[in-house]
């Protein structure tokens, strides 16, 4: 062997042939598979037969709505609510209702807060609703009475029933205007209503007003059940206003001088004089001073003196001259005294009476203003 050594290189490998453009492939084999196609119409029966026995069955008398429970209906009515499910369905099965149509429908009632409404296999449909609770009694622009919700919505007509005590009214509730806007208001005047009706439950002054004005939110003034008198409370401090309020009109009912002074009331005696024309205070000032003003209308039936004339600018008497001594004084025979003539009276006209719930407090016409500073301030009297 020689010692020579040798190199072997590998074979070229031939390149492998690209099938022809006219020859077949698997693919087109598959799609001209009788089998496939089987296996696909068996797939579709699968999902077809059922959805149709569905709807066959849908349709059957054995789905067809025969009940409809209603649960939480107490002020609304579940026979109307169950004509509603009922017009809905027609002569189809619980299958094809729209609930949501349904739902729609029973919330548009007025004491309806929220519904939902199920199925209940086979032949039921289960409506489940919950009612607005009625909170205040408000009087609308046109003085009637109704019932309201805590969200500004006007549930009923209100209705005393007997022996039930009747609520102080909200007056100021807007229902002309449905905006939201005005809505939102509504429902701060609620909302102020019951902290009023919440600050003045102590010492039982709620039970002492007959109506809550709040036309004007953070200016709040209640009537008062006794005597019609308005106080004006502000916003806030309600129950020391009302209770301040309520010493000084009881002070100037009874005459007690010295809770007035107490108060330092200036001019006690047009006060006294003028009591039983009071028909608005106002607590409202900033500096803790009372205005008291008077009706004069009230003034000129009772006899009492006008509140524009105050006791201290009244003129007195004068005295008679006397004659010097030592002159006999004239004789002069005694004039006749002349023939007053007398008034003319006027009949009485009585007026109409209110109709149930539409009462209106006592307006005020060109009040007089007493006004009470507090003890560290100077007392004065002002009239408007």
Do not use: C
């Not at 590998?10 to 022809?20: E, F, G, S, V």
């Not at 196609?37 to 789905?63: C, N």
């Not at 007053?340 to 060109?366: D, L, N, S, W």
């Amino acid at each position: 062997m020689s010692d020579r050594q040798q190199n072997i290189s590998p074979r070229a490998r031939k390149p492998a042939a690209r099938p022809k453009r006219g020859a077949p492939v698997a693919s087109n084999r598959r799609k001209s598979d009788p089998r496939r196609w089987f296996r696909l119409a068996l797939i579709g029966m699968a999902i077809i037969a059922p959805v149709a026995a569905v709807a066959v069955i849908a349709r059957s008398e054995a789905f067809a709505l025969r009940r409809v429970d209603v649960v939480g209906a107490k002020r609304t009515s579940a026979e109307k609510i169950e004509q509603l499910v009922r017009k809905a369905s027609g002569d189809t099965g619980i299958f094809s209702l729209d609930l949501d149509e349904i739902r729609k429908s029973v919330e548009s009632e007025r004491y309806v807060r929220t519904a939902a409404v199920v199925r209940v296999l086979p032949d039921t449909i289960l409506v489940r609703i919950e009612e607005r609770e009625p909170a205040i009694v408000a009087r609308l622009a046109s003085g009637k009475l109704v019932w309201g919700d805590t969200e500004a919505h006007v549930l009923d007509e209100y209705r005393a029933e007997r022996g039930a005590t009747v609520p102080p009214p909200l007056a100021g509730f807007e229902d002309g205007d449905t905006t939201d806007r005005v809505t939102a208001e509504n429902r701060d005047r609620i909302a102020a209503y019951e902290k009023i009706r919440e600050a003045l439950a102590p010492d039982d002054l709620w039970n002492r007003i007959d109506e809550v004005d709040l036309r004007f939110i953070k200016d709040a003034s209640v009537q008062l059940a006794d005597n019609a008198i308005v106080v004006r409370l502000g916003e806030g401090e309600y129950h020391p206003r009302l209770t301040r309020a309520l010493v000084l009109l009881e002070a100037a009912r009874r005459g007690d001088t010295e809770t007035l002074a107490k108060y330092r009331v200036p001019d006690v005696g047009t006060l006294l004089a003028s009591a039983d024309s009071i028909n608005q205070i106002d607590m409202t000032r900033a500096n803790g001073s009372v205005t008291f003003s008077f009706s004069k209308r009230k003034n000129a039936v009772d006899g009492a003196v006008p509140a524009t004339t105050s006791p201290a600018t009244t003129a007195p008497a004068t005295a008679p001259a006397t004659a010097p001594s030592g002159t006999k004084p004239e004789s002069k025979p005694p004039a006749k005294p002349e023939a007053k003539p007398k008034p003319a009276t006027t009949p009485e006209t009585k007026p109409k009476p209110a109709e149930p719930g539409t009462e209106r407090r006592r307006t005020v016409t060109k009040p007089t203003a007493l006004l009470v500073e507090p003890n560290d301030a100077r007392t004065q009297i002002r009239r408007t």
